[in-house]
């Protein structure tokens, strides 16, 4: 997970590192298992007798887009800030100073403030649907698929390939490693495949050619060579397509740069799968090439020779919009003092959506052995609600909330850091309040010991607030033991800052302040309890 600030102090150990809508219900969530999903539209997956059509998109709609006073200006609105304008542009923030020399000070933006921005000589994406947002998130239309039983039977690469992997120092086989990343990211596995197929072959062919087996998803970056690598970074960029469109409303508005230098905007009536899908295809690629790979002939017939009709496998709304979310209690027991020490950001790296916050354990006693930051805390995290663990593994513990022990179906809550001695194992049935386990350093990135802590419903990621989503996009609150999780006012692109509000206290007091999300013990600006 992607450390966007962290603070050192190992003597003192004062610092600890952050990771890498209606506020208020009445009513008990009960919580009961998902009930058989049909798959809707489209043929039963099989092999296709013709080449197959994506199907036309239903009307969306749009995002509010900050006004133009013509295609050279722009009016400064709510939370923007000048990299955020420069980013929308698909732009450095130096070019935009050089266009505005007389804007006083870069950091000082007023609203209404009128900006030169450069002409918008900009390529649409094409309006074809591609994939169903299911088989972009590992939902339950995946949840019986197995990579290896699909590749018992080929002749691939991919089925006998291995490398040593970066999560625990271990050789692991192809199909391993596709399954660990599509677990991780909560990327569909089948997608995956089909995208592998398209750029490298590996599914085909018994040996990849030598670019292939460099850059097996065809990201040309000599920082991401290897099927680990790479299959981490395109389900990261699949992922950041998908919840940048679904609920930050951002990626068709803002231009994507494609490695010739177009800007491309992406259309976006398409549904967020497809948008996934598009965006993921134009990193490292030219325009010509990337018309190719999203057009009724390029990866979408790849996808169907492997898995027939991608629209056979809908799960439509894989979110319902009146979701709201079971009773959860706060991750740690009754009268600890914790630190919120990260407001909402990435539920797994920078793609996913801001479903995460981070919690570090209270202050340690003054004889606690201790001699850096990563350390083994004596602190225990909870179960914030019953469930079934469906993974205990690489510092991550999976709760699923349902019970039905599959953790691509109903709530699933993710617990990162959690030490492996003394973890809860796959199989244990938790009540509210059990022992889950220990924060450390363990699993993905971290600097300093604390607790990641996130949410997903039928495989997706749930952002921890929604004030930014799309117009016709909702997601429950993040409430536990009644404090409300909260992104900074104004500042959309602010991860890692936030508040955390007991709803209690701020009713009974006009004077209340909420916890602010802080990486520090220097001040108590961050402090929970309940």
């Known amino acids: 997970m992607t450390v966007r600030r ?88 130096e070019e935009l100073r050089t266009l505005n020399p007389d804007l006083p000070d870069a950091n000082v933006l007023e609203l209404g403030d009128i900006l030169n921005v450069p002409d918008m000589n900009i390529a649409a994406g094409p309006y074809l649907k591609l994939i169903p947002d299911s088989e972009l998130v590992y939902s339950p239309a995946a949840s ?68 292939a087996e460099r ?44 490695s010739d230098g177009t800007r491309l905007v992406l259309d976006a009536t398409l549904n967020p799968g497809t948008i996934g899908v598009q965006y ?6 030219t ?54 020490s990260g407001g909402p950001h990435g539920g797994y790296n920078t793609g996913s959506a801001w479903a995460a916050i981070d919690f570090a354990p209270p202050d340690l006693p003054d004889d606690y052995p201790v001699t850096s930051s990563c350390y083994l805390s004596p602190y225990a995290v909870i179960a914030s609600a019953p469930g079934v663990v469906v993974r205990s593994a690489d510092g991550q513990v999976v709760l699923d909330l349902d019970g039905d022990g599959n953790e691509h179906t109903g709530w699933t809550l993710l617990y990162m850091h959690v030490d492996q001695q003394n973890r809860v194992q796959v199989g244990d049935q938790l009540q509210t309040g059990d022992r889950i386990g220990q924060p450390s350093c363990e699993g993905g990135f971290s600097n300093g010991t604390h607790l990641h802590f996130a949410r997903r419903y039928n495989g997706e990621w749930i952002p921890a607030e929604c004030t930014d989503c799309a117009p016709d996009v909702t997601a429950p609150p993040f409430v536990l033991s009644g404090w409300v999780v909260a992104k900074l006012p104004g500042q959309p692109y602010a991860e890692y800052q936030g508040t955390i509000t007991n709803l209690a206290l701020a009713a009974a007091d006009p004077y209340y302040e909420a916890s602010i999300a802080e990486a520090s013990r220097l001040e108590d600006i961050n402090l929970v309890s309940w």
Do not use: H
């Open 6 to 93: 962290a603070l050192l102090i190992v003597l003192t150990m004062l610092l600890l590192a952050s990771l890498a809508c209606n506020l208020a219900r009445e009513q008990v969530i009960e919580i009961t298992a998902t009930p058989d999903l049909i798959a809707a539209g489209g043929q039963v997956p099989g092999d296709p007798t013709g080449a197959l059509v994506p199907t036309p998109n239903l009307a969306r709609t749009l995002p509010t887009q900050a006004p133009q006073r013509d295609d050279n200006t722009y009016v400064v609105q709510g939370g923007d800030t000048f990299n955020v304008i420069a980013s929308r542009y698909g732009i450095e923030p």
């Open 144 to 211: 019986d698929f197995s990579v290896a039983e699909f590749l018992a039977d080929r002749e691939s690469y991919l089925s006998t390939y291995s490398e040593r992997s970066s999560y625990d120092d271990q050789v692991r086989s192809g199909p391993e490693i596709i399954t660990t990343v599509a677990t991780n990211y909560s990327v569909n596995p089948r997608l995956l495949l089909a995208l592998l197929e398209y750029r490298g072959g590996w599914l085909s062919q018994p040996q990849a050619s030598s670019s």
């Open 215 to 258: 850059y097996p998803f065809g990201l040309v970056d000599d920082g991401l060579q290897g099927l680990e690598d790479q299959t981490i970074a395109m389900a990261n960029a699949l992922n950041q397509g998908y919840y940048a469109w679904k609920y930050r409303g951002d990626i068709p508005v803002q231009p994507m740069v494609l």
């Open 280 to 285: 993921a295809l134009g990193i490292y690629n």
């Open 287 to 340: 325009y010509e090439r990337w018309q190719t790979d999203v057009s009724a002939t390029g990866f979408y017939q790849t996808y169907v020779s492997l898995f027939g009709n991608p629209f056979a496998y809908t799960i439509d709304p894989l979110v319902p919009r009146d979701l709201q979310q079971p009773d959860l209690t706060l991750p740690f027991a009754p009268g600890e003092i914790w630190r919120y």
